[in-house]
């Protein structure tokens, strides 16, 4: 199955428990998202929402259910095809000891040095650039980033990447008031045409979702948009 060029989801009573835990991380989780739309999903800490965007990913599967994807089954997909589904943001964002370039290059091997340099400007880390350019050593080695330099690395990377699916995990944890906003609005622009998982804990904003979930205990345990809930 190729890679599609929108996404709508389907989660069919999901159960999922990681290696030798006698509890279940998710629970019985249904949910449909046409492609589109834009989903937040809240829940206190341990309620099992990064967990729910790994099993959109495949970096697990479920014990129970299906995960689909335009109707067709996650597991019938090649890495590929499914790589070039889906951008993500990761709560924790990973550094690769390697340059500037092959960070970057990652999520995006076909792009120029111009594109690269381009989505930096964007995403405020254009000082990044100033010692060696593109070849910057990061990570062991060279130079680490910031909290929120990493965050905003991520988001260069969703933005070079451009797939259908875009899963968001507290994009804006720990982020001072003015870089939050300047995130948000680089977010707004990843988001865009995208159909979207986000993460959040954040109550402002929550208006412009079409869907809102509340997560506990691996479950759902509320379910609408903003004017229902
Ligand atoms: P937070 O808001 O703190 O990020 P979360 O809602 O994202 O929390 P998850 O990370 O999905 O929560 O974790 C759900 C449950 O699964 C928790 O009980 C957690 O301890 C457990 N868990 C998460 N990752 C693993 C793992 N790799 N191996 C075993 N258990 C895990
Ligand atoms: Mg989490």
Request: overall charge negative; glycine content about 8%.
């Amino acid at each position: 199955v190729i890679a599609p060029a929108a996404a709508n989801i389907h989660l069919q009573d999901i159960s999922f428990s990681y290696p030798e835990q006698p509890q279940k991380a998710l629970d019985g989780i249904s949910l449909s998202v046409n492609a589109g739309e834009h989903v937040a999903v809240l829940g206190r800490t341990g309620c099992g929402k990064s967990t729910l965007l790994q099993l959109l990913t495949r970096a697990w599967d479920p014990q129970h259910g299906e995960v689909l994807l335009n109707g067709v089954p996650l597991t019938h997909y090649s890495e590929t095809a499914l790589r070039a589904s889906i951008s993500m943001v990761p709560q924790r964002v990973h550094l690769f000891s390697a340059t500037l370039r092959d960070n970057l290059l990652l999520a995006a091997p076909q792009a120029s040095d111009e594109d690269l340099a381009d989505v930096l400007t964007r995403t405020g880390l254009e000082k990044l650039l100033d010692d060696s350019g593109l070849n910057a050593w990061l990570g062991e080695g060279g130079r680490q980033l910031s909290g929120g330099e990493l965050r905003r690395l991520a988001i260069a990377r969703a933005l070079l990447h451009d797939a259908p699916l875009v899963l968001l995990d507290e994009p804006t944890e720990g982020l001072d008031a003015a870089t939050e906003s300047q995130i948000l609005e680089l977010l707004e622009e990843v988001m865009q045409e995208k159909t979207v998982l986000m993460v959040t804990h954040r109550l402002r904003g929550l208006s412009r979702f079409d869907q809102i979930i509340v997560m506990d205990n691996g479950q759902i345990i509320e379910q609408g948009n903003h004017a229902a809930l």
